[in-house]
């Protein structure tokens, strides 16, 4: 079996150029636009093991769900308790450190995108992008795992 | 007063039943560190964000530090909300009725989820299992496997005891065993390298006259010069993850029904299409086993020496599946108490009688219909019903196996004394695995 990436791990991609996005903005102190990059980052990271790891499918139309009317979108804070409900088993385990503790997401927004994002500090801002980090590792280690076992 | 673990569980459900009971569908969901959600099905009716609120105050209030951060979900807010709640891995507890929403279970642990999964049984394979092991379920498989082809069936034995093998050297020479085994199939065919891999033969030890055939799919291939049994028997439990495109990964589960499924295919192609397959299951509430009762098997047949912690344990074990009601119905009508080993002579009546009352009590604790039910389709037979499944299938202590070293004698199974200490074990069993008990 391959672990090669398909259309599914399309998520994984997403995941990377949003943080990367997010850092970037953080550094030249957009905070809320890099704040907001950072849930969307961390949302797809946890997509990516739904989809990859704990049994979820992209529907056979096409594209991930959010492109279709009618599905959920499946935002944080929730998607976060979602994992958690999901992961069991041998591979849902190795999930097991970074779900335990407290959602870093709590706190975050979709929605905050028609905000005026003056409520976002640059302390907020870099919280959610290293919780986002830790999340893209253990996506990235899993994938690893995956392509070696 | 301190919530434990059991204590949460409990309250949770209650809470869960309350909200199934005013009409809407909802999973109760436990982690795998034990924390408790509740996932409320918001998308046929909206939920009000104060009845929400309310659920999640009760449900705090019962798991204590076991509700989940977030302690209620709304499917609504699910990513792809269909695959969970369509999800077979959930345990179904109470059905929609009018009126009445349906509660279903998510129970995540690292590992034991098989033991409590939808059954996709065949009723052609039939596992032999004990709580504990020394219970003579080897040598029971050897003879059963003898007795059905001796009635002209062709029976395919599978050694599922993967981590002390025993059936398939019972059954063949070593030097004719086959070239590869079960682990070899399963370690092969998570590179997609299955094809190819021959891994049952033809016993050259039971050959029946007639038209009966007993073949034999060992768990370790013939042992020669750089065959690493115990390097495959360490990467036979992982679950793969998805891959490519399409490729959605597959559970243990998963894996080993398709070498169970290899191995009838190969006895198919090379003779016919096995009509009995029995599954030599490993001892203990393991994985295997699990996979081997609930998801491969059409029946079980369940090994026990009437001792308090062989009934500890099938107690712990059926009231798993005791906790769903479908699959309680599902599960006692697919089982069969084996007694072993009965004190030959005098005593015999008395161990059976003492047998017989304690599997009655831990059947009738668990997967039985309530006593006191007045539903007269209840099923919950008397400890002297000969037709229930607690109705004890004798295995009879023989001091001739005892030590036995079946290559120096390579006729043990024509001994008067083993086939006799056997026979009414054998003829029952073959009466279950027919469907004619």
């Not at chain 2, 059905?95 to 049984?121: E, F, H, N």
Request: include cysteine.
């Amino acid at each position: 079996m391959s672990s090669l990436p398909g259309r599914q791990s399309a998520f994984g991609a997403a995941a990377r150029r949003h943080y990367d996005d997010a850092v970037h903005l953080c550094e030249h102190s957009r905070h809320a636009s890099a704040d907001h990059l950072s849930g969307f980052a961390a949302e797809c990271a946890l997509k990516d093991l739904l989809v990859g790891f704990l049994g979820a499918r992209v529907p056979e139309r096409g594209g991930p769900p959010q492109d279709q009317a009618g599905t959920s979108y499946g935002h944080l804070p929730q998607l976060w308790s979602q994992v958690q409900v999901t992961a069991g088993g041998r591979v849902g385990a190795q999930f097991l450190s970074l779900l335990a503790g407290d959602n870093p997401f709590g706190d975050w927004d979709v929605s905050d995108r028609y905000a005026d994002g003056s409520a976002i500090t640059a302390q907020r801002a870099w919280q959610h992008i290293r919780a986002a980090n830790r999340l893209l590792t253990v996506q990235q280690k899993a994938r690893l795992r995956g392509a070696i076992s | 007063m301190t919530i434990r673990f059991d204590d949460a569980w409990q309250g949770a459900r209650q809470v869960a039943e309350e909200v199934a009971r005013g009409g809407r569908d909802v999973v109760l969901a436990r982690d795998l560190t034990g924390r408790i959600s509740l996932i409320l099905d918001d998308r046929a009716s909206a939920l009000p964000s104060e009845d929400q609120a309310s659920i999640e105050r009760r449900l705090s209030a019962v798991a204590g530090p076991f509700a989940a951060a977030m302690p209620t979900l709304l499917a609504s807010g699910l990513f792809a909300p269909e695959v969970f709640l369509d999800s077979s891995d959930l345990g179904l507890v109470e059905d929609r009725r009018i009126g009445r929403g349906r509660l279903r279970t998510a129970d995540r642990g690292a590992v034991g989820g098989d033991w409590t999964t939808t059954p996709k049984a065949s009723d052609k394979r039939v596992t032999l299992y004990g709580f504990k092991g020394g219970v003579g379920r080897s040598t029971a498989t050897f003879l059963l496997a003898r007795h059905l082809a001796s009635e002209g069936r062709c029976v395919l034995v599978v050694d599922l005891d993967l981590e002390s093998p025993g059936v398939g050297a019972l059954l063949q020479h070593e030097a004719n065993l086959p070239e590869f085994g079960l682990v070899d199939y399963l370690v092969e065919a998570a590179v997609g390298n299955e094809a190819g891999v021959d891994l049952v033969v033809r016993s050259q030890i039971i050959e029946p006259v007639g038209n009966g055939e007993v073949w034999v799919a060992p768990a370790s291939g013939r042992p020669r010069r750089g065959y690493d049994y115990i390097a495959k028997l360490n990467r036979v439990y992982v679950d793969l993850p998805a891959g490519a495109e399409g490729d959605h990964g597959l559970r243990f589960a998963d894996r080993i029904h398709a070498a169970v499924e290899a191995c009838e295919a190969e006895v198919a192609r090379r003779s016919r299409t096995p009509e009995v397959v029995l599954l030599d299951s490993r001892a203990g509430v393991h994985d295997l086993a699990a996979v081997a009762i609930t998801r491969l098997s059409g029946y079980s047949l369940l090994f026990a020496m009437d001792n308090p912690q062989t009934w500890t344990g099938y107690r712990a074990l059926f009231r798993q599946w005791g906790r769903i009601p479908e699959l309680a119905r599902t599960m006692r009508d697919r089982i069969q108490m084996v007694a072993s080993f009965v004190p030959p002579g005098g005593g015999e009546g008395e161990y059976l009688s003492g047998f017989r009352d304690r599997a009655q009590a831990c059947l009738a604790e668990t997967l039985y219909d309530d006593a006191a039910s007045d539903d007269p389709d209840a099923y919950n037979p008397a400890p002297a019903d000969d037709s229930a499944p607690h109705a004890p299938l004798p295995i009879v202590y023989t001091g001739e196996l005892v030590g036995l070293d079946h290559v120096r004698s390579p006729n043990w199974y024509s001994s008067t004394l083993v086939n006799a200490a056997y026979e009414r074990f054998v003829r029952g069993a073959a009466e279950f695995v027919r469907g004619e008990p």
